[in-house]
């Protein structure tokens, strides 16, 4: 099997000599990426099957030009380097040449790298042994990646210049790694079956669960965390058309982009459901609470605190972390309206289902529940349901989220959509 060997041979060399050698030791063909900017003091003698001059041209420049640039304008350097590498690595998986990749880097070379890694399908092994990527200055631009597509780091602690004896077990460690994921195979026995996205959170378990139970039969079911990077994943997923419907149980990610929340995702959330020709079934959960650990916040005249006087309201403190507040009647509204506005944009109004739990949108909403609130609940069914185009249904429920009615509703309705939608295709 082919395994794509990506670094800076003028920095790396050492590391990236034995890395290749044990992946030929281990039976597996190792095809070396150079990526190089002549920044480093090796002068390599290793030869790569795909060289840093033909990756820098790929990417529109010489590597005069990348030189020249790199002390003025990395972020081109590397947007550069990234364009090319893009091109050499399509080019080998469209010749059947990649099983998995393995990517030695610094800084500079995982920005390189990180950006083709996450257009790589998912599923293809790839490895990044890096030092940067536990950072916390570049921790949300990390996130981005990571939350979204399945690249595995292996975080090196030391960097991977020269042979120690520490790079010689992290590069031994590496191999077996990236050998282990490209011979493990699925068993050929497993059917293939239509699949259904669905977004969930701890608040929504069980009604998750009894969803899967009921189309685990006939469909393969993915769950998507809702976390906001893991909402990101789910929508990329669905605008690539991977799935036969969207069940969004906790499209929160909207509402705390507009109250300012830790799960905020941004106005677009809703879009790739809308923009595809399939059944997009929502409920409110998660609309009922607003993310705002850790607790210390609270003390820390935190803006979002402040604003909003969270301190105030029914917290649900999960732990130090993990810190939500109830959302009031006038956000409810607001949430209300603003989604109203985004789901009438539909261009398939009919495949648009909103089903509303009227006991509890989520665990802790119910009548006991640490967050209830029946006047805020309402106030969002009311303006919902005065706000939203006629032709998306709105489908109420007498039961909260996690209860069999709400589950088994939701479902009878998918079912019965997806069967008419075969029918009239």
Not at 43 to 65: C, F, M, R, S
Not at 215 to 229: K, Q, Y
Not at 296 to 306: G, H, M, V
Not at 350 to 373: E, Q, T
Request: hydrophobic share 45%.
């Amino acid at each position: 099997m082919a395994i794509i060997l990506i670094g800076m041979l003028d920095e790396r060399e050492p590391a990236l000599m034995l890395a290749r050698n044990e992946i030929t030791a281990r039976g597996h063909d190792p095809l070396v990426m150079d990526i190089s900017i002549g920044n480093g003091a090796i002068l390599p003698k290793l030869k790569p099957d795909v060289d840093n001059q033909w990756i820098a041209a790929a990417g529109g420049a010489t590597l005069e030009d990348i030189r020249t640039l790199f002390g003025s304008d990395r972020e081109r350097v590397t947007a550069i380097m990234a364009k090319g590498l893009t091109q050499a690595l399509t080019a080998a998986h469209n010749a059947g040449q990649v099983d998995g990749i393995l990517a030695v880097t610094g800084m500079t070379g995982a920005m390189i790298c990180l950006p083709v890694l996450a257009m790589l399908p998912y599923g293809l092994p790839k490895l990044l042994i890096t030092s940067t990527v536990a950072m916390p200055a570049y921790a949300a631009k990390m996130a981005d990646f990571f939350g979204r597509k399945d690249i595995t780091v292996m975080h090196s602690v030391v960097d991977t210049v020269g042979l120690n004896s520490m790079v010689k077990r992290l590069m031994i460690n590496g191999v077996g790694s990236i050998c282990g994921m490209v011979e493990a195979r699925p068993s050929g026995d497993s059917e293939e079956r239509p699949t259904i996205a669905i977004t969930e959170f701890g608040f929504c378990d069980k009604a998750a669960q009894l969803i899967r139970e009921r189309l685990e039969p006939n469909f393969d079911v993915i769950s998507f965390h809702a976390t906001g990077i893991g909402e990101r994943a789910a929508l990329e997923f669905v605008r690539e058309g991977r799935f036969e419907a969207f069940i969004d149980l906790v499209p929160a990610g909207f509402s705390e982009y507009l109250l300012g929340g830790n799960r905020a995702l941004g106005p677009d959330r809703f879009d790739a459901g809308l923009g595809e020709q399939r059944p997009y079934l929502l409920a409110p959960c998660g609309f009922d609470m607003l993310g705002c650990g850790p607790i210390e916040r609270r003390d820390q005249a935190d803006p979002l605190w402040e604003k909003r006087g969270l301190a105030r309201r029914q917290l649900l403190i999960q732990d130090a972390m993990r810190v939500q507040a109830r959302t009031t009647v006038e956000e409810m509204e607001y949430i209300a309206r603003q989604t109203a506005k985004r789901l009438n944009r539909a261009s398939h109004p009919h495949l648009v289902k909103f089903f509303i739990p009227m006991r509890g949108f989520s665990s802790v909403s119910i009548r006991g529940g640490a967050l209830h609130d029946f006047d805020a609940d309402g106030a969002f069914v009311k303006t919902l349901k005065a706000s939203i185009n006629k032709s998306i249904e709105v489908i109420e429920v007498d039961d909260e989220i996690n209860s069999p009615l709400f589950s088994d509703t939701l479902t009878t309705v998918l079912l019965k959509m997806m069967e008419d939608e075969s029918i009239s295709s």
